[in-house]
């Protein structure tokens, strides 16, 4: 009889310990959520970044500001493909590690570029996602839809006025089916990490940008065309400055 008492009070310990465990927000069972990279129209080559510069690290966090005038002069394909390696190129392509830290690695942000018409030498007017892994970028739409980024961004006209808009966007489950409800949080940080990394780096290209979160983010998911699980993060102007 005590032995049964006892298998009853083990077996009732276990099920309380599981319970309380099942609670906690990570670790979990990692279940890799595929990164969309491969791309499905066409795609742009992106020349390769430059590793140094005449602008020291010290000199553009002095020097970055948030900017808003922005003049009509068209943007070099270099540049654009500096900024973007800058948000979220790859640094280690052995581990596929890139240039923003990411909680477990796992990378839950992609960009996505709005082109104006003629205002990149080398690329049309249009909208244009990221690939990190293969430094490229894939055209997703064929039109100037800067006027209806600024009217989703709740009509902050320098929007419309830059050359180019950078959209960070977020597939919150590749880090939430690692570390549960904090992975939003972990995210977020990724996402400010990448910010700071492209107000940096437009710096020193002597450019200048703005980090814009006053927008309607259904409205720019219908604009851009986003898969039904992103969600838009920043809006980031980029241009030269008057």
């Given at each position: 009889m005590k032995k049964l008492i006892l298998i009853f009070l083990v077996m009732g310990l276990a099920s309380i310990l599981i319970s309380f465990l099942s609670l906690l927000p990570f670790p979990r069972k990692r279940t890799m959520v595929p990164i969309r990279q491969n791309p499905k129209g066409q795609t742009i080559s992106l020349p390769l970044p430059q590793l140094d510069s005449s602008?020291?690290?010290?000199?553009?966090?002095?020097?970055?500001r948030s900017k808003r005038n922005f003049k009509n002069d068209r943007l070099t394909l270099q540049q654009v493909s500096q900024i973007l390696w800058a948000a979220q190129g790859i640094t280690d392509q052995k581990n596929?590690?890139?240039?923003?830290?990411?909680?477990?690695?796992?990378?839950?942000?992609?960009?996505?570029?709005?082109?104006?018409?003629?205002?990149?030498?080398?690329?049309?007017?249009?909208?244009?996602?990221?690939?990190?892994?293969?430094?490229?970028?894939?055209?997703?739409?064929?039109?100037?839809?800067?006027?209806?980024?600024?009217?989703?961004?709740?009509?902050?006209?320098?929007?419309?006025?830059?050359p180019i808009i950078l959209i960070i966007t977020v597939e919150y489950e590749r880090t939430t089916q690692k570390y549960g409800k904090r992975g939003v949080q972990y995210a977020h940080m990724e996402a400010g990490?990448?910010?700071?990394?492209v107000a940096l780096q437009v710096t020193s290209l002597d450019l200048g940008t703005v980090t814009v979160g006053a927008f309607e983010p259904e409205k720019i998911k219908k604009i851009l065309n986003l898969p039904t699980n992103y969600q838009p993060l920043y809006v980031m102007p980029i241009g030269q400055t008057e």
């Open positions: 602008v020291s690290l010290e000199e553009a966090i002095s020097k970055r596929n590690l890139r240039t923003a830290p990411s909680a477990g690695a796992l990378y839950p942000l992609d960009l996505y570029l709005v082109v104006g018409e003629e205002k990149v030498t080398g690329l049309t007017a249009g909208v244009y996602h990221y690939l990190s892994q293969i430094h490229e970028l894939e055209r997703i739409l064929e039109k100037d839809l800067r006027d209806s980024l600024m009217k989703a961004s709740l009509f902050q006209v320098y929007v419309k006025k830059a990490h990448v910010g700071q990394n």
